[in-house]
C-alpha cells in the first residue's frame, strides 16, 4: 500500500558525487523514518543514513562527513548526496520507509522498500 520510488544513481569516478532520492505515494498517514540502505555484492544489506521524524540523522561511520540525508516531510521525499565517491561504496542502494497507514478503524505499520538504484564508483 506504500510505494517508494527511487532515482539518481549511475557509474561515478572515485571522488565524484551523486544524488538518490526516494518519493513515497499511498495511503500514508505519517512516516516515522525514512532511509537508505545499500547492498554490496556478496554481502549483506547494511544502514547507510535515516532519518528520523524530529530532525534526528543517523549514519554509518563509513559515510560520515561525506554523505548527507535529507527529507522533506510535505512530500514524503528523503534525498541522499553522496561526496567523495569511494570504490567500496559501490552496491545498490535501497530506500526504505516506516510509518503508519490510513484506515479507518485501527492505525496499521508499514515497512516498506524501494526496488534499489544501481550505484558503481570506479577507481
Known amino acids: 500500500q506504500v510505494q517508494l520510488v527511487e532515482s539518481g544513481g549511475g557509474l561515478v569516478q572515485a571522488g565524484g558525487s551523486l544524488t538518490l532520492s526516494c518519493a513515497a505515494s499511498?495511503?500514508?498517514?505519517?512516516?516515522?523514518?525514512m532511509g537508505w540502505y545499500r547492498q554490496a555484492p556478496g554481502k549483506q544489506r547494511e544502514l547507510v543514513a535515516v532519518?528520523?521524524?524530529?530532525?534526528?540523522?543517523n549514519y554509518a561511520d563509513s559515510v560520515k562527513g561525506r554523505f548527507t540525508i535529507s527529507r522533506d516531510n510535505a512530500k514524503n521525499t528523503v534525498n541522499l548526496q553522496m561526496n567523495s565517491l569511494k570504490p567500496e561504496d559501490t552496491g545498490v542502494y535501497y530506500c526504505?520507509?516506516?510509518?503508519?497507514?490510513?484506515?479507518?478503524?485501527?492505525?496499521?505499520?508499514?515497512?516498506?522498500w524501494g526496488q534499489g538504484t544501481q550505484v558503481t564508483v570506479s577507481s
Open positions: 526504505n520507509a516506516e510509518g503508519i497507514l490510513y484506515s479507518s478503524t485501527y492505525p496499521k505499520s508499514f515497512d516498506s
Open positions: 499511498g495511503s500514508i498517514f505519517s512516516i516515522n523514518t
Open positions: 532519518s528520523i521524524t524530529g530532525g534526528s540523522r
